[in-house]
């Protein structure tokens, strides 16, 4: 299983998902690969925001290592699952998707959080601390689910 997390500037919220299953499917002890991507091109080759790794790293979990990237169109043919943190995420992969026979495999990162009050990941760029908090609350429970209900 090939997992892609999207985001707008790829140094919040999909580097910490990425970090969060990264984690699980160690623990796990599972073949799955993930990668991150941001629509928005911005802060291509830059670390996570350091609220972010600060964030992460209060949960033991380091996403240092992670490096910005722009999503690209092959993303949808490398990848098997691609998750938007939220709905303008979501029509953006989806505008760039090569045909409509891969924009499939696109969705909602909060899809997998159906009991979940919120159904987007709120973005933590413009905020403090507390939002980044939520944000990893938010993406743990999406992401035990997804790690459940995937087919591995
Ligand atoms: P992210 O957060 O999409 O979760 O990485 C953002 C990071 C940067 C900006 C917006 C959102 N920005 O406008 O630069």
Same mark, same amino acid.
């Given at each position: 299983m090939k997992l892609l997390l999207v985001c707008l500037g790829n140094i919040c919220r999909s580097p910490m998902a990425e970090g969060i299953l990264r984690d699980m499917i160690a623990k796990e002890g599972l073949e799955w690969s993930t990668d991150s991507a941001g629509t928005g091109d911005y802060h291509v080759g830059e670390a996570p925001d350091k609220r972010a790794i600060k964030a992460m790293r209060d949960r033991d979990i380091d996403i240092s290592d992670l490096r910005a990237r722009q999503l690209r169109p092959q993303d949808f043919e490398e990848f098997d699952l691609l998750l938007a943190m939220d709905a303008s995420n979501l029509r953006n992969m989806r505008a760039i998707a090569p045909n409509a026979e891969l924009v499939g495999k696109a969705r909602l990162m909060m899809d997998f959080a159906p009991d979940h009050a919120l159904r987007e990941v709120p #973005?933590?760029?413009? &905020? &403090? #601390?507390e939002g980044f908090r939520e944000v990893y609350e938010m993406l743990t429970i999406a992401c035990r689910n997804l790690m459940k209900d995937v087919q591995r």
């Open positions: #973005d933590p760029y413009f &905020g &403090g #601390d």
